[in-house]
């Protein structure tokens, strides 16, 4: 961080350090998308991307429904990007506080569901104001969950949710350097009494330990800052060597191949699980859950484990580890030609570039099927075994037809004809 500790500094710097981040993206976005809660944070990085940033830049308040202060807070940002020109939006979600689930975490994801969908339509990248201090109660978080390397280096100033790129300009300032910006230029923003109560971990350390550890060492939350650094540095070289070995392993269909993973130590197996799940963003899963999918790899071949890792299960099947998701069942859909569509009970999104009436049932609807390739009539479930659809995928495959005639099969990544030609008219994403 520079050591002007002035607001115009700060502001020039706060620019600075977008720009920067802006041109490491290999895609650059057409919009800034600032997660605008109405806080201090937030409010001096809207107000520094607007002042500073050559990109159309959108407020974003997500209304989680907590606090009864909620609609004011929405009104309250909306005032200000009206005020200031600023495109802005307010995205309702809901949160339901669960047994054995943090309201904090489930709150966390309902926003970031909420913010990198808004992104993904407005080819935007998103911009958190998350500071130093900020840094310094995740860095306690991870220690407190028994964190390896990748937690307990905390955030980075650049990370991705899918394909969104996540922006953290504001990380190496501290906060009171935020608040002082903030009111040399004469910013408005409110706070969240939530922010004051006990049962959140973060506020307990915000409010109880990290002030007597300021005292003791004024400078810890630049020291642990420091320290987060470091190990992002050792972390992404050894993402270097993880993903060599990832590579070794991946399989179709982001699948994790058993036999090159066994010829691996199982340090590397954990690392290279751990790789293959964070490339779709899943959340991790315990040492336990770990190990457990790891003893999937010595299964019987005809056996097929199961290991449920929250809102998704680890399965081996055909000699790979396979990532699955729950899907709606499967029913019928209407179809139109030209359009991107996404059925509920099945993966790939793809668009039909052929006029005509098409619908999509599920393929195991049919009893006997003729492929135009083979030249024979077999069931589904036989074709599909020789597919190698894995079995619990069978019932939700998409048979695709144009004016009620079985024309094609649409599996994850590819598209199986049953008409000659028909493959080249469907294009998946």
């Given at each position: 961080m520079t050591q002007q500790t002035d607001p115009p500094s700060i502001t020039a710097y706060i620019a600075q350090r977008l720009r920067g981040l802006l041109s490491q993206l290999e895609t650059p976005p057409a919009t800034l998308v600032v997660g605008f809660s109405g806080g201090v944070d937030s409010t001096v990085l809207l107000h520094a991307a607007v002042l500073t940033s050559p990109l159309p830049v959108h407020g974003v308040y997500i209304h989680h429904g907590l606090s009864t202060n909620a609609d004011e807070w929405q009104a309250h940002c909306q005032r200000y990007c009206q005020q200031h020109q600023i495109p802005f939006h307010a995205i309702h979600v809901d949160v339901v506080d669960q047994a054995r689930k943090s309201l904090e975490e489930q709150a966390r994801n309902a926003r970031y569901a909420a913010l990198t969908a808004y992104c993904q339509q407005h080819q935007g990248a998103l911009l958190l104001g998350q500071h130093q201090d900020d840094q310094l109660e995740t860095l306690l978080l991870t220690l407190k969950r028994g964190s390896g390397p990748l937690g307990l280096a905390a955030m980075t100033?650049?990370?991705?949710?899918?394909?969104?790129?996540?922006?953290?300009?504001l990380l190496s300032l501290s906060r009171r350097q935020?608040?002082?910006?903030?009111?040399?230029?004469?910013?408005?923003?409110?706070?969240?009494?939530?922010?004051?109560?006990?049962?959140?971990?973060?506020?307990?350390?915000?409010?109880?330990?990290?002030?007597?550890?300021?005292?003791?060492?004024?400078?810890i939350a630049s020291t642990a800052?420091?320290?987060?650094?470091?190990?992002?540095?050792?972390?992404?070289?050894?993402?270097?060597?993880?993903?060599?070995?990832?590579?070794?392993?991946?399989?179709?269909?982001?699948?994790?191949?058993?036999?090159?993973?066994?010829?691996?130590?199982?340090?590397?197996?954990?690392?290279?699980?751990?790789?293959?799940?964070?490339?779709?963003?899943?959340?991790?899963?315990?040492?336990?859950?770990?190990?457990?999918?790891?003893?999937?790899?010595?299964?019987?071949?005809?056996?097929?484990?199961?290991?449920?890792?929250?809102?998704?299960?680890?399965?081996?099947?055909?000699?790979a580890l396979y990532v699955c998701q729950p899907l709606a069942p499967a029913t019928e859909a209407i179809l139109v030609p030209h359009q991107k569509h996404h059925l509920p009970w099945w993966y790939t999104d793809f668009i039909i570039q052929q006029s005509g009436a098409w619908r999509a049932v599920p393929f195991t609807s049919l009893s006997k099927v003729y492929s135009v390739k083979n030249r024979v009539s077999k069931t589904p479930r036989k074709w599909l075994k020789e597919w190698h659809v894995p079995p619990w995928e069978r019932d939700n495959v998409p048979l695709l037809l144009k004016d009620d005639e079985p024309v094609a099969v649409l599996l994850k990544e590819t598209v199986v004809e049953l008409q000659d030609g028909i493959a080249d008219k469907i294009v998946i994403y």
């Open positions: 100033e650049i990370s991705y949710r899918g394909h969104i790129a996540v922006l953290r300009p935020i608040e002082q910006t903030a009111l040399a230029h004469d910013l408005n923003w409110i706070f969240d009494e939530s922010n004051l109560d006990p049962r959140f971990d973060r506020n307990f350390l915000r409010n109880d330990i990290i002030p007597l550890l300021k005292k003791r060492w004024p400078h800052a420091r320290s987060c650094d470091l190990l992002q540095e050792q972390n992404a070289m050894l993402q270097d060597v993880i993903e060599e070995r990832y590579t070794l392993a991946a399989g179709p269909n982001h699948t994790l191949l058993v036999k090159p993973l066994l010829a691996l130590k199982r340090r590397w197996q954990r690392a290279v699980c751990r790789h293959w799940l964070a490339k779709d963003s899943l959340a991790m899963p315990s040492q336990a859950q770990l190990d457990e999918i790891l003893r999937c790899l010595h299964a019987r071949e005809d056996a097929q484990p199961l290991v449920q890792v929250g809102d998704y299960a680890v399965r081996r099947f055909a000699g």
